[in-house]
């Protein structure tokens, strides 16, 4: 099997990977001969700082945040689309401003008719309509959020972070305000409307990234300046419910620690989280029966700033962009056990800040 993989940097260029697994070969049910293949390919220049992608849900369309204060000499960064040839190559097609600076997030509806962007740095939630070719048109709507947190050197005012698209929902997690704020799209007016209130996360935390458990009503909660992980019980009739807060560190590790990214397997069974400062990736157990998590244990993420990862379709792959030492490492999943196992294979790719695996054609 193989896999195109998309790398967004700091470094201006997206970088079109590939993953051969067909080399993977077990023996004995534990001994691992680690022949699966991670290549780099071409990179693809854009307007600055592609450090997050997301693709269109039915078109061969490839959409970047470029994190950037100013773009095209207004305030604010951009989004730009790129169509996906059949060998994967890019080709740009068009840009649009943000109106907000450093978009560090974006997201796609699953109607494939609208475009979110959370702007980090001024605060701001920037919509646009999609055309049918999959290009963004000028933005509809540009959302300032309200309000700050704890911490007056990282949350004086918001920080949008992430954006997901859950149970008809866009949920916007705000780091500066320690709130996932919910809204509808409203398709005539190309706009968000407010959906309820704001979900409260642990005051100071920062919460940076959400993830839904594939087959249960949990849905998870990253808190970036706390490395910690909130579990919540969604779908209750009175929104969600918060059940407890775990820490992503090992005991007794007291240097510097920076949650950034989760993902659960295909399965449900596991979790996995990306710790900066320790530079690894967490392992925690899902309770099958009220979702508790039970850390397992960590492994060195391969490099230095763990900032993005992401898991193979398939679930026995885990890819991670190790930012600040220019290293794209592969790893390999247990699914019975949850274990992670380096194979020794890794690319160089420069500041790479985003993976994403390429939907299957």
């Given at each position: 099997?193989?896999y195109?993989l998309?790398?967004?940097?700091?470094?201006?260029?997206?970088?079109?990977?590939?993953?051969?697994?067909?080399?993977i070969?077990?023996?004995?049910?534990?001994?691992?001969?680690d022949?699966?293949?991670?290549?780099?390919?071409?990179?693809?220049?854009?307007?600055?700082?592609?450090?997050?992608?997301?693709?269109?849900?039915?078109?061969?369309?490839?959409?970047?945040a470029?994190?950037?204060?100013?773009?095209?000499?207004?305030?604010?960064?951009?989004?730009?689309?790129?169509a996906?040839?059949?060998?994967?190559?890019?080709?740009?097609h068009?840009?649009?401003p943000?109106?907000?600076?450093?978009?560090?997030?974006?997201?796609?509806?699953?109607?494939?008719?609208w475009l979110?962007?959370?702007?980090y740095?001024?605060?701001?939630?920037?919509?646009?309509?999609?055309?049918?070719?999959?290009?963004?048109?000028?933005?509809?709507?540009?959302?300032?959020?309200?309000?700050?947190?704890?911490?007056?050197?990282?949350?004086?005012?918001?920080?949008?972070?992430?954006v997901?698209?859950?149970?008809g929902?866009?949920?916007?997690?705000?780091?500066?305000?320690?709130?996932?704020?919910?809204?509808?799209?409203?398709?005539?007016a190309?706009?968000l409307?407010?959906?309820?209130?704001?979900?409260?996360?642990?005051?100071?935390?920062?919460?940076?990234?959400?993830?839904?458990?594939p087959?249960?009503?949990?849905?998870?909660?990253?808190?970036?300046?706390?490395?910690?992980?909130?579990?919540?019980?969604?779908?209750?009739?009175?929104?969600?419910?918060?059940?407890?807060?775990?820490?992503?560190?090992?005991?007794?590790?007291?240097?510097?620690?920076?949650?950034?990214?989760?993902?659960?397997?295909?399965?449900?069974?596991?979790?996995?989280?990306?710790?900066?400062?320790?530079?690894?990736?967490?392992?925690?157990?899902i309770?099958?029966?009220d979702?508790?998590?039970?850390?397992?244990g960590?492994?060195?993420?391969?490099?230095?700033?763990?900032?993005?990862?992401?898991?193979?379709p398939?679930?026995?792959?885990?890819?991670?962009?190790n930012?600040?030492?220019?290293?794209?490492?592969?790893?390999?999943?247990?699914?019975?056990?949850?274990g992670?196992?380096?194979?020794?294979?890794?690319?160089?790719?420069?500041?790479?800040?985003?993976?994403?695996?390429?939907?299957?054609?």
């Amino acid at each position: 099997m193989t896999y195109r993989l998309f790398a967004g940097t700091y470094a201006g260029t997206i970088h079109i990977l590939r993953l051969d697994t067909d080399q993977i070969t077990l023996a004995d049910g534990a001994a691992l001969a680690d022949g699966a293949a991670l290549a780099g390919g071409a990179a693809t220049p854009g307007p600055g700082n592609p450090s997050f992608l997301a693709f269109h849900p039915r078109l061969p369309v490839l959409y970047a945040a470029n994190e950037l204060g100013t773009f095209q000499g207004g305030f604010g960064g951009a989004v730009s689309a790129y169509a996906i040839a059949a060998d994967g190559t890019l080709a740009w097609h068009a840009s649009q401003p943000t109106h907000g600076a450093d978009p560090c997030h974006l997201a796609v509806d699953p109607t494939g008719h609208w475009l979110v962007v959370a702007n980090y740095t001024s605060g701001h939630v920037t919509t646009f309509p999609l055309g049918a070719d999959g290009l963004p048109a000028p933005a509809s709507q540009v959302l300032a959020h309200q309000g700050a947190g704890l911490d007056p050197a990282r949350q004086a005012g918001p920080h949008p972070h992430h954006v997901a698209m859950l149970d008809g929902r866009v949920l916007v997690s705000d780091l500066g305000t320690d709130n996932v704020v919910a809204y509808r799209l409203d398709d005539a007016a190309g706009a968000l409307v407010a959906d309820g209130p704001a979900i409260a996360t642990p005051a100071g935390g920062g919460v940076r990234r959400i993830a839904r458990h594939p087959g249960a009503p949990w849905t998870y909660a990253l808190n970036e300046m706390h490395a910690t992980i909130t579990r919540f019980r969604s779908g209750e009739p009175g929104g969600w419910r918060a059940c407890d807060t775990v820490s992503m560190l090992p005991a007794g590790y007291a240097g510097p620690a920076s949650g950034a990214e989760l993902a659960i397997v295909p399965s449900g069974r596991f979790l996995h989280a990306s710790v900066r400062g320790h530079d690894s990736i967490a392992t925690f157990a899902i309770d099958p029966a009220d979702g508790a998590l039970a850390l397992r244990g960590h492994v060195p993420s391969g490099g230095a700033t763990p900032r993005h990862f992401e898991i193979s379709p398939c679930g026995r792959f885990l890819v991670v962009a190790n930012q600040d030492s220019n290293r794209v490492v592969l790893f390999r999943l247990d699914p019975e056990g949850g274990g992670i196992h380096d194979t020794g294979q890794s690319v160089e790719v420069p500041e790479p800040a985003c993976i994403r695996f390429a939907p299957a054609p």
